[in-house]
Protein backbone atom coordinates (compact mmCIF):
# COMPACT_ATOMS: atom_id res chain seq x y z
CA UNK A 1 0.00 0.00 0.00
CA UNK A 2 1.01 3.69 -0.77
CA UNK A 3 2.55 5.93 1.67
CA UNK A 4 2.41 9.17 2.30
CA UNK A 5 5.84 10.72 2.45
CA UNK A 6 6.82 13.43 5.08
CA UNK A 7 6.78 15.77 2.02
CA UNK A 8 3.46 14.65 0.81
CA UNK A 9 2.23 15.16 4.64
CA UNK A 10 3.83 18.42 5.51
CA UNK A 11 2.09 19.99 1.84
CA UNK A 12 -1.62 18.69 3.26
CA UNK A 13 -1.27 19.78 6.41
CA UNK A 14 -0.05 23.37 4.85
CA UNK A 15 -3.38 23.30 2.65
CA UNK A 16 -5.20 22.66 5.72
CA UNK A 17 -3.81 25.46 7.97
CA UNK A 18 -3.46 28.41 5.24
CA UNK A 19 -5.38 27.40 1.86
CA UNK A 20 -8.53 25.83 3.05
CA UNK A 21 -9.22 28.85 5.67
CA UNK A 22 -8.60 31.67 3.27
CA UNK A 23 -10.50 30.24 0.49
CA UNK A 24 -13.27 29.80 3.41
CA UNK A 25 -12.83 33.70 4.64
CA UNK A 26 -12.92 35.01 1.60
CA UNK A 27 -14.72 38.13 1.09
CA UNK A 28 -16.77 39.30 -1.84
CA UNK A 29 -15.87 42.92 -2.90
CA UNK A 30 -18.48 45.15 -4.17
CA UNK A 31 -17.50 48.85 -5.50
CA UNK A 32 -18.60 51.98 -4.69
CA UNK A 33 -17.93 54.74 -7.20
CA UNK A 34 -19.38 58.40 -6.51
CA UNK A 35 -18.02 61.86 -6.99
CA UNK A 36 -16.17 61.93 -3.44
CA UNK A 37 -14.99 65.26 -5.00
CA UNK A 38 -16.21 67.33 -7.50
CA UNK A 39 -19.48 69.38 -8.15
CA UNK A 40 -21.35 67.39 -5.50
CA UNK A 41 -19.03 66.11 -2.90
CA UNK A 42 -21.44 67.55 -0.12
CA UNK A 43 -24.01 64.60 -1.23
CA UNK A 44 -21.98 62.01 -1.76
CA UNK A 45 -20.43 61.32 1.76
CA UNK A 46 -24.23 60.11 2.55
CA UNK A 47 -25.09 57.95 -0.26
CA UNK A 48 -21.93 56.29 0.33
CA UNK A 49 -22.75 55.39 3.77
CA UNK A 50 -26.40 54.54 2.67
CA UNK A 51 -24.60 52.20 -0.02
CA UNK A 52 -22.25 50.92 3.48
CA UNK A 53 -25.14 49.95 5.42
CA UNK A 54 -26.52 48.05 2.99
CA UNK A 55 -23.55 45.78 2.33
CA UNK A 56 -22.55 45.60 6.35
CA UNK A 57 -26.50 44.57 6.67
CA UNK A 58 -25.97 41.10 4.44
CA UNK A 59 -22.57 40.44 5.76
CA UNK A 60 -23.75 40.68 9.59
CA UNK A 61 -26.42 38.32 8.68
CA UNK A 62 -24.59 35.62 7.87
CA UNK A 63 -27.17 34.70 5.48
CA UNK A 64 -25.05 35.32 1.72
CA UNK A 65 -24.12 32.41 0.36
CA UNK A 66 -23.81 30.06 3.32
CA UNK A 67 -22.55 33.01 5.46
CA UNK A 68 -19.73 34.77 3.53
CA UNK A 69 -18.40 38.79 4.22
CA UNK A 70 -18.93 41.44 2.13
CA UNK A 71 -15.74 44.23 1.90
CA UNK A 72 -16.34 47.27 -0.02
CA UNK A 73 -13.69 49.20 -2.06
CA UNK A 74 -14.35 53.15 -2.95
CA UNK A 75 -14.10 54.93 -6.03
CA UNK A 76 -13.72 58.19 -6.82
CA UNK A 77 -15.90 59.08 -10.08
CA UNK A 78 -15.50 63.39 -9.83
CA UNK A 79 -18.81 63.67 -11.19
CA UNK A 80 -17.85 65.70 -14.29
CA UNK A 81 -14.26 63.83 -15.48
CA UNK A 82 -15.39 60.87 -18.10
CA UNK A 83 -11.82 59.63 -18.40
CA UNK A 84 -10.65 59.91 -14.54
CA UNK A 85 -13.88 57.76 -14.11
CA UNK A 86 -13.15 55.36 -16.26
CA UNK A 87 -9.74 54.58 -14.85
CA UNK A 88 -11.35 54.33 -11.68
CA UNK A 89 -13.61 51.89 -12.90
CA UNK A 90 -10.64 49.95 -14.41
CA UNK A 91 -9.37 49.95 -11.04
CA UNK A 92 -11.91 48.67 -9.12
CA UNK A 93 -13.10 45.39 -11.98
CA UNK A 94 -9.65 44.43 -13.25
CA UNK A 95 -7.20 45.26 -9.93
CA UNK A 96 -9.36 45.17 -6.90
CA UNK A 97 -11.61 42.24 -9.04
CA UNK A 98 -15.00 44.19 -7.33
CA UNK A 99 -18.21 41.62 -8.27
CA UNK A 100 -20.32 44.61 -9.05
CA UNK A 101 -20.63 48.41 -8.67
CA UNK A 102 -22.87 50.41 -6.62
CA UNK A 103 -22.64 53.63 -8.59
CA UNK A 104 -21.54 55.89 -10.38
CA UNK A 105 -23.18 59.17 -9.90
CA UNK A 106 -23.77 61.96 -11.96
CA UNK A 107 -24.95 60.54 -15.85
CA UNK A 108 -21.97 61.68 -18.11
CA UNK A 109 -19.28 59.32 -16.28
CA UNK A 110 -22.10 56.64 -15.56
CA UNK A 111 -22.44 56.43 -19.39
CA UNK A 112 -18.71 56.16 -19.69
CA UNK A 113 -18.22 53.88 -17.19
CA UNK A 114 -20.33 51.37 -18.54
CA UNK A 115 -19.55 51.75 -22.04
CA UNK A 116 -16.12 51.86 -21.61
CA UNK A 117 -15.67 49.27 -18.49
CA UNK A 118 -18.63 47.33 -16.94
CA UNK A 119 -20.55 46.58 -20.00
CA UNK A 120 -17.12 45.41 -22.26
CA UNK A 121 -16.06 43.36 -18.56
CA UNK A 122 -19.74 41.61 -17.70
CA UNK A 123 -19.85 43.42 -14.27
CA UNK A 124 -23.40 44.99 -12.63
CA UNK A 125 -23.89 48.46 -11.90
CA UNK A 126 -26.57 49.97 -10.83
CA UNK A 127 -26.70 53.68 -10.32
CA UNK A 128 -28.33 55.59 -7.26
CA UNK A 129 -28.48 59.02 -9.20
CA UNK A 130 -27.54 58.86 -12.70
CA UNK A 131 -30.96 60.80 -14.82
CA UNK A 132 -30.21 61.29 -18.06
CA UNK A 133 -32.67 59.95 -20.84
CA UNK A 134 -30.05 59.21 -22.58
CA UNK A 135 -29.06 56.33 -20.68
CA UNK A 136 -32.33 54.50 -21.37
CA UNK A 137 -30.95 53.80 -25.11
CA UNK A 138 -27.61 52.68 -24.37
CA UNK A 139 -26.04 48.92 -25.58
CA UNK A 140 -25.75 47.77 -21.52
CA UNK A 141 -26.24 44.03 -22.43
CA UNK A 142 -28.37 43.75 -19.34
CA UNK A 143 -25.49 45.24 -16.83
CA UNK A 144 -26.94 48.52 -16.41
CA UNK A 145 -29.57 49.31 -13.60
CA UNK A 146 -30.95 52.96 -12.00
CA UNK A 147 -32.72 52.92 -8.83
CA UNK A 148 -33.24 56.91 -9.57
CA UNK A 149 -36.01 57.48 -12.47
CA UNK A 150 -34.66 58.91 -15.79
CA UNK A 151 -35.33 62.99 -16.04
CA UNK A 152 -37.64 62.13 -18.82
CA UNK A 153 -40.45 62.15 -16.47
CA UNK A 154 -38.81 64.54 -13.87
CA UNK A 155 -38.79 66.83 -16.62
CA UNK A 156 -42.38 66.58 -17.21
CA UNK A 157 -43.15 66.72 -13.03
CA UNK A 158 -41.39 69.77 -12.57
CA UNK A 159 -42.85 71.42 -15.67
CA UNK A 160 -46.41 70.83 -14.24
CA UNK A 161 -45.87 72.10 -10.86
CA UNK A 162 -44.31 75.35 -12.46
CA UNK A 163 -47.60 75.85 -14.61
CA UNK A 164 -50.08 74.95 -11.01
CA UNK A 165 -47.62 78.13 -9.51
CA UNK A 166 -48.96 80.51 -12.45
CA UNK A 167 -45.78 80.91 -13.64
CA UNK A 168 -45.54 81.18 -17.31
CA UNK A 169 -42.46 82.81 -18.85
CA UNK A 170 -39.51 81.44 -17.60
CA UNK A 171 -35.50 81.23 -18.27
CA UNK A 172 -33.67 78.18 -18.54
CA UNK A 173 -29.74 77.14 -17.47
CA UNK A 174 -28.34 74.06 -17.40
CA UNK A 175 -24.74 72.13 -16.92
CA UNK A 176 -23.52 71.53 -20.21
CA UNK A 177 -23.28 68.05 -20.02
CA UNK A 178 -25.30 64.70 -20.57
CA UNK A 179 -27.27 65.61 -17.29
CA UNK A 180 -28.20 69.11 -18.12
CA UNK A 181 -29.16 68.79 -21.18
CA UNK A 182 -31.31 66.08 -20.83
CA UNK A 183 -33.64 67.52 -18.16
CA UNK A 184 -33.13 70.79 -20.02
CA UNK A 185 -34.89 69.29 -23.12
CA UNK A 186 -37.44 67.48 -21.01
CA UNK A 187 -38.44 70.55 -19.09
CA UNK A 188 -38.70 72.54 -21.61
CA UNK A 189 -40.57 70.59 -23.95
CA UNK A 190 -43.11 69.54 -21.47
CA UNK A 191 -43.29 73.49 -20.47
CA UNK A 192 -43.60 74.67 -23.84
CA UNK A 193 -46.61 72.21 -24.48
CA UNK A 194 -48.35 73.24 -21.19
CA UNK A 195 -48.35 76.52 -22.69
CA UNK A 196 -45.45 78.14 -21.28
CA UNK A 197 -42.94 80.13 -22.81
CA UNK A 198 -39.25 79.75 -22.63
CA UNK A 199 -37.29 83.60 -23.18
CA UNK A 200 -33.83 81.89 -22.74
CA UNK A 201 -31.39 78.98 -22.86
CA UNK A 202 -28.09 79.47 -21.74
CA UNK A 203 -25.73 76.39 -21.00
CA UNK A 204 -22.98 76.92 -18.30
CA UNK A 205 -20.28 74.87 -17.20
CA UNK A 206 -19.35 73.56 -13.67
CA UNK A 207 -15.58 75.00 -13.02
CA UNK A 208 -15.79 78.72 -14.10
CA UNK A 209 -14.48 81.15 -12.18
CA UNK A 210 -17.26 84.28 -13.41
CA UNK A 211 -20.45 83.39 -14.62
CA UNK A 212 -21.70 86.96 -14.52
CA UNK A 213 -22.15 86.99 -18.77
CA UNK A 214 -24.23 83.90 -18.46
CA UNK A 215 -26.30 85.73 -15.70
CA UNK A 216 -26.61 89.19 -18.03
CA UNK A 217 -28.27 87.26 -20.45
CA UNK A 218 -30.59 85.72 -18.78
CA UNK A 219 -31.95 88.24 -16.99
CA UNK A 220 -31.95 90.46 -20.53
CA UNK A 221 -34.84 87.87 -21.11
CA UNK A 222 -37.06 89.15 -18.80
CA UNK A 223 -38.30 85.86 -17.50
CA UNK A 224 -39.93 85.93 -14.35
CA UNK A 225 -38.24 82.79 -13.11
CA UNK A 226 -34.82 81.36 -13.46
CA UNK A 227 -34.88 77.31 -13.88
CA UNK A 228 -31.10 76.04 -12.63
CA UNK A 229 -30.48 72.55 -13.65
CA UNK A 230 -27.14 72.25 -12.15
CA UNK A 231 -24.89 71.11 -9.52
CA UNK A 232 -25.19 72.43 -5.88
CA UNK A 233 -21.60 72.33 -5.49
CA UNK A 234 -20.27 74.12 -8.47
CA UNK A 235 -21.72 75.77 -11.18
CA UNK A 236 -25.35 76.17 -10.56
CA UNK A 237 -24.53 77.67 -6.44
CA UNK A 238 -22.33 80.40 -8.46
CA UNK A 239 -25.38 81.01 -11.13
CA UNK A 240 -27.70 81.91 -8.36
CA UNK A 241 -25.50 83.85 -6.13
CA UNK A 242 -25.11 85.72 -8.95
CA UNK A 243 -28.50 86.69 -10.17
CA UNK A 244 -29.21 87.70 -6.35
CA UNK A 245 -26.60 89.82 -5.75
CA UNK A 246 -27.61 91.52 -9.01
CA UNK A 247 -30.88 91.67 -8.29
CA UNK A 248 -31.42 89.86 -11.84
CA UNK A 249 -33.53 87.10 -9.87
CA UNK A 250 -34.74 86.05 -6.77
CA UNK A 251 -37.00 82.92 -7.17
CA UNK A 252 -35.38 79.33 -9.12
CA UNK A 253 -36.63 76.29 -10.07
CA UNK A 254 -34.33 73.41 -8.95
CA UNK A 255 -34.34 70.03 -9.72
CA UNK A 256 -31.92 66.97 -8.29
CA UNK A 257 -28.63 68.02 -8.46
CA UNK A 258 -29.29 71.13 -7.01
CA UNK A 259 -31.33 69.72 -3.95
CA UNK A 260 -28.81 69.79 -0.73
CA UNK A 261 -27.88 71.28 2.06
CA UNK A 262 -25.11 73.07 1.67
CA UNK A 263 -27.15 75.34 -1.05
CA UNK A 264 -28.70 77.06 2.07
CA UNK A 265 -25.89 77.14 4.06
CA UNK A 266 -23.36 78.92 2.00
CA UNK A 267 -26.04 81.26 -0.16
CA UNK A 268 -25.71 84.91 0.91
CA UNK A 269 -29.49 85.80 0.49
CA UNK A 270 -32.87 84.71 0.55
CA UNK A 271 -34.41 81.81 -1.17
CA UNK A 272 -37.84 81.79 -0.08
CA UNK A 273 -40.43 81.28 -2.92
CA UNK A 274 -37.55 78.54 -4.26
CA UNK A 275 -38.93 75.51 -5.64
CA UNK A 276 -38.32 71.88 -7.16
CA UNK A 277 -38.33 68.07 -8.01
CA UNK A 278 -35.99 65.48 -5.97
CA UNK A 279 -36.75 61.76 -6.60
CA UNK A 280 -37.97 60.72 -2.91
CA UNK A 281 -41.64 58.73 -1.82
CA UNK A 282 -43.93 58.72 1.53
CA UNK A 283 -43.70 55.01 1.66
CA UNK A 284 -43.42 53.04 4.69
CA UNK A 285 -39.99 52.02 3.31
CA UNK A 286 -39.08 55.55 3.42
CA UNK A 287 -39.94 56.10 6.83
CA UNK A 288 -38.11 53.23 7.83
CA UNK A 289 -34.86 53.99 6.13
CA UNK A 290 -35.18 57.46 7.99
CA UNK A 291 -34.79 55.91 11.14
CA UNK A 292 -31.93 54.25 10.03
CA UNK A 293 -30.48 56.79 8.52
CA UNK A 294 -30.50 58.60 11.60
CA UNK A 295 -29.21 55.95 13.56
CA UNK A 296 -25.99 55.40 11.50
CA UNK A 297 -25.65 59.04 11.41
CA UNK A 298 -26.70 59.75 7.72
CA UNK A 299 -28.38 62.84 6.93
CA UNK A 300 -32.24 62.22 6.40
CA UNK A 301 -33.86 63.25 3.75
CA UNK A 302 -30.84 63.57 1.96
CA UNK A 303 -31.05 63.53 -1.44
CA UNK A 304 -30.40 60.03 -2.82
CA UNK A 305 -29.46 58.16 0.05
CA UNK A 306 -32.42 55.63 -0.15
CA UNK A 307 -31.64 54.88 -3.75
CA UNK A 308 -28.12 54.40 -3.00
CA UNK A 309 -29.15 51.82 -0.17
CA UNK A 310 -31.53 50.15 -2.52
CA UNK A 311 -28.84 50.06 -5.38
CA UNK A 312 -27.08 48.04 -2.86
CA UNK A 313 -29.44 45.73 -1.72
CA UNK A 314 -30.91 44.68 -5.40
CA UNK A 315 -26.51 43.73 -6.03
CA UNK A 316 -26.53 41.12 -2.99
CA UNK A 317 -29.85 40.69 -3.23
CA UNK A 318 -29.97 39.36 -6.85
CA UNK A 319 -26.37 37.36 -6.20
CA UNK A 320 -28.50 34.98 -3.11
CA UNK A 321 -31.13 34.77 -6.38
CA UNK A 322 -27.74 33.39 -8.36
CA UNK A 323 -26.78 31.01 -5.92
CA UNK A 324 -23.41 32.80 -7.13
CA UNK A 325 -20.62 35.92 -7.16
CA UNK A 326 -20.54 35.24 -11.28
CA UNK A 327 -21.08 38.82 -12.15
CA UNK A 328 -23.29 38.05 -15.45
CA UNK A 329 -25.81 35.49 -13.34
CA UNK A 330 -26.18 38.12 -10.56
CA UNK A 331 -27.07 40.79 -13.59
CA UNK A 332 -29.42 38.30 -14.82
CA UNK A 333 -31.41 38.27 -11.57
CA UNK A 334 -31.55 41.56 -10.48
CA UNK A 335 -35.31 42.12 -12.36
CA UNK A 336 -36.42 38.90 -10.10
CA UNK A 337 -35.48 39.97 -6.67
CA UNK A 338 -36.61 43.45 -7.62
CA UNK A 339 -40.13 43.50 -8.67
CA UNK A 340 -43.36 41.30 -7.80
CA UNK A 341 -44.25 38.64 -7.04
CA UNK A 342 -42.56 37.72 -3.80
CA UNK A 343 -42.64 38.61 -0.33
CA UNK A 344 -41.86 42.64 0.13
CA UNK A 345 -38.55 42.78 1.59
CA UNK A 346 -38.53 46.57 3.37
CA UNK A 347 -35.21 48.21 4.42
CA UNK A 348 -33.53 46.58 7.14
CA UNK A 349 -34.73 43.37 6.08
CA UNK A 350 -31.91 42.47 4.06
CA UNK A 351 -31.43 38.79 6.27
CA UNK A 352 -35.42 37.89 5.57
CA UNK A 353 -34.45 38.37 1.90
CA UNK A 354 -31.07 36.17 1.67
CA UNK A 355 -33.10 33.60 3.43
CA UNK A 356 -35.83 33.23 1.68
CA UNK A 357 -33.72 33.25 -1.35
CA UNK A 358 -31.81 30.58 -0.29
CA UNK A 359 -34.77 28.24 0.32
CA UNK A 360 -36.16 28.73 -3.44
CA UNK A 361 -38.55 31.06 -2.88
CA UNK A 362 -39.85 34.87 -4.46
CA UNK A 363 -39.15 37.87 -3.41
CA UNK A 364 -40.05 41.35 -4.14
CA UNK A 365 -37.88 43.84 -2.84
CA UNK A 366 -39.55 46.92 -2.06
CA UNK A 367 -36.65 48.87 -0.33
CA UNK A 368 -36.56 52.95 0.32
CA UNK A 369 -37.33 54.34 -2.43
CA UNK A 370 -40.91 52.14 -3.34
CA UNK A 371 -38.56 49.90 -5.93
CA UNK A 372 -40.30 48.91 -9.12
CA UNK A 373 -37.59 48.22 -12.39
CA UNK A 374 -39.33 48.73 -15.83
CA UNK A 375 -38.21 48.81 -18.97
CA UNK A 376 -34.07 48.08 -19.14
CA UNK A 377 -33.66 48.34 -15.59
CA UNK A 378 -35.48 52.38 -14.96
CA UNK A 379 -36.86 52.72 -11.62
CA UNK A 380 -40.35 54.08 -12.22
CA UNK A 381 -40.04 56.20 -9.24
CA UNK A 382 -41.38 59.17 -7.27
CA UNK A 383 -40.53 62.85 -6.92
CA UNK A 384 -40.61 65.21 -3.87
CA UNK A 385 -41.99 68.03 -4.56
CA UNK A 386 -40.17 70.84 -2.46
CA UNK A 387 -40.10 74.46 -1.53
CA UNK A 388 -37.55 76.52 0.77
CA UNK A 389 -38.56 78.60 3.39
CA UNK A 390 -36.00 80.89 5.02
CA UNK A 391 -32.85 78.31 5.23
CA UNK A 392 -34.06 74.66 4.64
CA UNK A 393 -36.41 72.64 2.38
CA UNK A 394 -39.78 71.89 3.12
CA UNK A 395 -41.76 69.29 1.66
CA UNK A 396 -44.93 70.30 -0.56
CA UNK A 397 -45.97 67.26 -1.35
CA UNK A 398 -45.25 63.70 -3.13
CA UNK A 399 -46.20 62.70 -6.97
Keep these: MYKKSIFHKIAFAFVWAFIIPTL ?18 SLTPDMGKSAEMAFKEVSDSGQLLGGQKV ?3 RGDSTCIDAAAATATAERLITSDKVTGIMGA ?11 NVAVPNGVAMISPSATSPALSTIADNGYFFRTAPSDA ?6 AEITIERGINNVAVTFINNDYGKGLSDSFINAYKGLGGKVSAVVPHEADKADFSAEVATLDASGA ?30 LADGMYGES ?10 GTFGTVPGTDSKGSETFKG ?24 MLAMQ ?21 GVKIMPGELRKGLIILAKGGAIDYVGASNVELVGGGEASGSYQEFEVKGKSFSTVRYR
Excluded: W
Excluded at 25 to 38: S, V
Excluded at 299 to 314: H, I, K, Q, R
Design 292 to 315: MAQSAGITVGGPFTGESYDAAALL
Design 153 to 158: RQGQVL
Design 71 to 73: SVV
Design 224 to 253: DVLAVFGYVDQGGNHIIQGSLDSGSFDKFI
Design 105 to 115: DCSGVTTAIAN
Design 321 to 341: SAGSTDRAAIASNVFAVANAP
Design 263 to 272: LLKNMEGDLS
Design 24 to 41: AFAQIKMGIILGFTGPIE
